[in-house]
């Protein structure tokens, strides 16, 4: 049970649990694009010496558990990862730009929750999140409303 990790003059342990989300939370992270945001995520933590615990894509959404060093801020990794990789996906499919603008692929906020001793339920959630979605969606709305002429 060793994760504590080191810096030249630190020891840490700082994990945290990330939420983030298509601008206007369109459903758009399907086969290849699924696996292209995966494959862009990963190179950028590595690049900047994150490491993902656990991770999982939504159609909509993105949850990350991972270890940020105590150098880096998490607004400032986030900042870098919702910009970098906003970028790269618009290199590899260009048709996004027309949807998302320049630049504006992500929305503006982000969720983060430290993980303390939480750590094994947390990965857990990420885990199953994605079938929780997939129940969610199976429930239906009632037809009646203000607007459909019901009560």
Known sequence: MNDINSLSHTKWICKYHIV?????????????????????????????????????????????????????????????????????????????????????????GYYVDTVGKNESRIAEYIKNQLKQDELGEQLTMSQVGPFTGGK
């Open 20 to 108: 983030f989300a298509a601008k206007y939370r369109r459903k758009m992270f399907y086969k290849e694009k699924r696996a292209a945001i995966g494959k862009i995520l990963r190179q950028l933590c590595e690049w900047k010496g994150v490491k993902i615990v656990e991770a999982e894509v939504c159609p909509d959404h993105i949850h990350m558990l991972v270890e940020i060093p105590p150098k880096i801020s998490v607004s400032s990794f986030m900042g870098y990862l919702k910009g970098k990789s906003s970028t790269m996906l618009y290199e590899q499919f260009g048709e996004l730009k027309y949807k998302y603008r320049n630049r504006e692929f992500w929305c503006k």
